[in-house]
């Protein structure tokens, strides 16, 4: 039996798969899709993304194929500085187009031994106390002992599940396409300097070789938004929005998508879990869709694992949907927020000039910008100190870097005492020790995904803390 299919082979699906096979944990990735998407839907990964690609030594990796940008404007687009004293050693926007990250995804999932079958379609399943039985569409049934859906906003997986997706339906649509302008470089930074004065969702970038990313709103809500676009309808919107087409044509590949938001009312249902887009779909403002369900795979990967292994102690599993459900509600919010400081209408434009004048004091600008970065992120351990429930940015120890202890996936005691202890779990807990001049604390324990649930010095302690998130310890 397998131990988890993955539904879904984009960067949610990738990640996780790589987390699990850290762990020695049997992981098949379907796709329906024969083969990857060419399309550049998302552009950079945020601070937070970074951060867990450095915990897993894949940061250079993906270095040498973007740009570090520590610009502002990731707000709703209000262009205001980037943020001092972010609380990360990445303080920075790593431009990379989603097709590269996929990429790279691909090529660790696979350097860990991740079995991955394209054109494969998931087309039913069932679930009982031991497993869940997974049927393709060209009949073949699969049988594994959890599946993950990782499969996009119209999810298969949830839909089978029976999970309820509430949430706000389309209001406004946004054409998006890859083709070449013949405008000259010149004109369009004029005319785009012009409209978005007024209109955010409108702008040209440069892709390389003469071609561009474009895009305008749309006339209208297409009653289905999987038909894409007529070149003509989108140099019709174009005119409409910037009085010229630019010269459009010869499109590589055209697209519509809308500001719907919506979340799953439960990210597990028994053996069957959701991540991703699956999970949650929202405006895409701020750039945090694929940073979300990258985040989700980190926070799930080590979990599922556990419960695979058979050490996970009780609750583990479901802490997936306690802890990422309400972080994706506050993506939902932000976003929704973000779009309607967006609007072109007189209110909502009065409104953006007002939260610009509040982001030149530095505190809210930096506050917004955690939002969108995801470093600011608190699980809700309950009370104790202000570290709990926090990720510990990478921070300089006097034998290395934090990080760079953290490659293999495992729960880390960084103990400054030299006192502690964490025998009897040393199969699933790496026991640290080292100083820090930037760690104010005796020792922390941190878990996989690098989230801190233990700071102090007291031997007894720790050992009362260890079972909750580490299972019982071994003879």
């Known amino acids: 039996m397998i131990d988890v299919i993955v539904a879904g082979c ?13 762990h020695g944990v049997h992981v098949l990735v379907v796709e329906k899709e024969a083969e990857p ?54 303080s920075y926007v790593l431009g990379i187009p989603q097709p590269v990250t996929d990429r790279l995804l691909h090529e660790r999932a696979l350097e860990l031994g991740t079995e991955i079958r394209r054109g494969c379609e998931l087309v039913g399943l069932s679930q009982d106390e031991d497993g869940v039985t997974v049927e393709l569409a060209d009949g073949t049934q699969l049988r594994s002992r959890y599946l993950v859906g990782c499969d996009g906003g119209r999810s298969t997986v949830r839909k089978l599940l029976g999970v309820g997706f509430p949430g706000e339906p389309t209001r406004v649509e946004t054409l ?63 005119q409409a929005v910037a009085g010229t087409d630019f010269g459009a044509h010869s499109p590589r590949r055209l697209s519509r998508f809308g500001d719907a938001t919506r979340q799953a009312e439960r990210y597990r249902t028994g053996r069957v879990l959701l991540a991703g887009d699956a999970a949650h779909i929202h405006p895409p403002t701020g750039g945090q869709g694929l940073n979300l369900g990258i985040q989700d795979a980190f926070n799930l990967g080590w979990k599922l694992a556990a419960e695979v292994a058979g050490w996970a102690p009780e609750g583990l599993l479901d802490s997936y949907h306690d802890e990422r459900h309400p972080v994706a509600a506050d993506v939902l919010h932000n976003t929704r927020a973000q779009m309607e400081l967006m609007s072109t209408e007189p209110g909502p434009q009065a409104v953006r000039r007002l939260v610009a004048e509040l982001m030149d004091f530095e505190e809210v600008n930096r506050y917004l910008i955690e939002k969108i970065a995801a470093t600011g992120i608190r699980y809700d351990f309950g009370g104790g100190h202000e570290l709990l429930g926090r990720r510990m940015r990478d921070i300089q120890l006097k034998k290395g870097r934090l990080y760079g202890l953290m490659h293999g996936g495992r729960g880390l005691l960084l103990d400054q005492t030299g006192r502690l202890s964490v025998e009897g ?42 079972p909750k998130w580490f299972g019982a310890a071994t003879a």
């Open 176 to 238: 998006l396409g890859e083709m070449a302008l013949t405008a000259s470089p010149e004109t369009l930074t004029a005319v785009m300097t012009e409209v978005r004065k007024t209109q955010m969702r409108f702008g040209a970038m440069p892709l390389g070789d003469g071609m561009y990313r474009v895009v305008v709103p749309a006339e209208g809500v297409a009653e289905d938004r999987s038909v894409p676009p007529a070149l003509e309808e989108f140099k019709k919107q174009l």
């Open 425 to 466: 779990w040393a199969d699933r807990v790496d026991h640290v020790v080292d100083v820090s001049e930037e760690l104010d604390v005796p020792a922390m324990l941190m878990r996989p995904d690098g989230h801190i649930v233990w700071v102090g010095d007291d031997q007894q302690d720790l050992l009362d803390r260890l």
């Open 37 to 90: 998407a060419g399309f550049v839907r998302a552009l950079g990964l945020h601070a937070r993304s970074v951060e867990v690609l450095d915990q897993r030594g894949l940061l250079e990796r993906f270095l040498a194929h973007g740009k570090q940008y520590a610009v502002g404007g990731f707000f709703a687009g209000i262009d205001k500085p980037w943020p001092a004293r972010l609380d990360t050693a990445h």
């Open 10 to 22: 984009g960067p949610t699906g990738l990640m996780l798969a790589a987390e699990l096979r850290l």
